[in-house]
């Protein structure tokens, strides 16, 4: 019979090995919570503005330290991450470009709202080159966009500045006219533009072109345009502005008719859906965001709404976010997005899953001091270690994404900075040097 004595020093020691197997375990991120906790104390920065922040180690599944990250804030483009994820879901291949049928001597198509038909960095031109290459007659049947020109709560203002293009069911050519210099003379494309430009006389200011809200008419200074001189324009968005831009670019004639679209419409695909994704994340693309959506929509039904298919996308593939996020369009340009740092972050664990490959994730977005629009926000390096996405309108600026400590430990981040009313570059610096300690020292 074993020693009652020996029993109980047997089972206290059982048990002081368990209880320092568990600190031993919970420690290291116990420690780093205390020292990014005391760096955000700190901070004398930080202390002026509206900051949340949250930070998960991925590959324990816990949330290491948290700043009024279950707070509502202004993600500007950090929304660009839902719309990417549910491409992830939704679009896992390829873009749909043009919904057609071949009826009699005719082919009527319609559009799915793809960014990527005769985009000037995507060039997907296989639903150009069908259009193109067809001896039928062409006809396009509009109708199926049902939301606005603009996304819900855009500053109508800057319709004029390149990260406001127009939302329609058939954008051609990035929806914007590329205004540039050659030899001293000013270049417009597309060319069919060119006779809606008028030069102002009376304007003796620098060179700029300014389109007229409601029309296509661009006013441009009176003044030389300067050498290496480049100004992209949205252009106003319309059935007869689509289709003329078409026949001009085909050199063939294209019709308008009323027709709903059949269910056995066949589909042609641009491009493959990475592509646009990146392309819409790194140099932050709103124009591609936008469109995403209606895409989205394209596969649920006739209607292309931004509306409904945020509300889809939400009960679908987003119920395990801890907040309910209020998400209205596709790009952030709209302050009515509003969403949560931990929301933020179980985004971009579901975002992680669903890639599946980290060096592809990573390719992807932009890279601190390497690529997109992080690429001047760090030093300058061949070894990034952030990997996110930015998201900057006036008087907020943020990042979320993926951080990669020295020790080789991935964490993923949400900083958003709302409601300052320092230089955007302070509160950037502040970000980098706080995102710089964490990847440093753990």
């Known amino acids: 019979m074993e020693n009652p004595y020996l029993h109980y020093k047997k089972q206290l020691i059982y048990l002081i090995l368990i209880l320092t197997a568990c600190f031993s375990a919970c420690a290291p991120n116990k420690i780093i919570t205390n020292k990014v906790k005391r760096e955000f104390k700190n ?27 279950d707070k509502y804030y202004t993600p500007a483009s950090n929304t660009k991450l839902y719309t990417f994820y549910a491409g992830l879901k939704m679009m896992p291949d390829s873009i749909p470009s043009l919904k057609y049928i071949e009826k009699g001597d005719s082919l009527i198509f319609w559009g799915t709202g793809d960014p990527s038909f005769l985009h000037s960095q995507l060039k997907g031109t296989k639903a150009f080159n069908l259009l193109k290459s067809t001896n039928k007659k062409l006809f396009f049947a509009p109708g199926r966009y049902t939301g606005d020109f603009y996304g819900n709560g855009w500053q109508w203002d800057d319709y004029n500045e390149y990260y406001q293009a127009e939302i329609n069911e058939l954008p051609l050519m990035d929806n914007m006219v590329l205004v540039s210099s050659k030899a001293g003379s000013m270049q417009i494309s597309p060319q069919t533009f060119a006779s809606c430009f008028i030069k102002d006389s009376l304007d003796n200011k620098p060179f ?25 324009i949205p252009y106003k968005v319309s059935q007869s502005t689509t289709v003329n831009l078409l026949s001009d670019t085909l050199n063939k004639y294209v019709g ?58 939400e009960k679908q593939y987003l119920s395990a976010l801890p907040d309910k996020p209020r998400w209205v369009d596709g790009s952030g340009l709209s302050r009515g997005n509003l969403f949560t740092p931990r929301d933020m972050v179980k985004l971009l664990e579901l975002i992680y899953s669903e ?18 629009t992080l690429k001047n926000a760090y030093p300058k390096t061949d070894n990034p270690f952030v990997f996110g996405k930015t998201g900057s309108l006036s008087n907020n600026h943020n990042q979320s994404g993926y951080v990669v400590t020295k020790k080789g430990k991935v964490f ?10 320092l230089p955007t570059s302070d509160v950037r610096k502040e970000m980098v040097r706080v995102m710089t300690y964490i990847h440093e020292n753990f």
Request: net charge positive.
């Open 355 to 372: 890639v599946n490959n980290q060096e592809k994730l990573f390719d992807m977005l932009p890279a601190g001091g390497k690529t997109g």
């Open 256 to 313: 308008i008719i009323n027709m709903k679209m059949p269910a056995d419409a066949k589909i042609i695909y641009n491009v493959k859906s990475d592509s646009v994704f990146k392309e819409m994340l790194l140099p932050s693309d709103n124009f591609i965001a936008e469109q995403l959506l209606l895409v989205y929509a394209n596969k649920l039904g006739e209607e292309l709404n931004t509306a409904k298919v945020i509300n889809y996308v």
């Open 412 to 421: 993923i981040f949400s900083f958003m900075n709302n409601n300052f009313v």
């Open 208 to 232: 700029r072109v300014i389109r007229d809200f409601n029309l296509n008419r661009f006013n441009y200074s009176s003044t030389v345009i300067p050498a290496k001189y480049a100004q992209q």
């Open 43 to 69: 901070s004398a920065i930080i202390k002026q503005y509206q900051v949340g922040f949250a930070l998960f180690d991925l590959a324990k599944k816990e949330m290491i330290f948290q700043k009024d990250a």
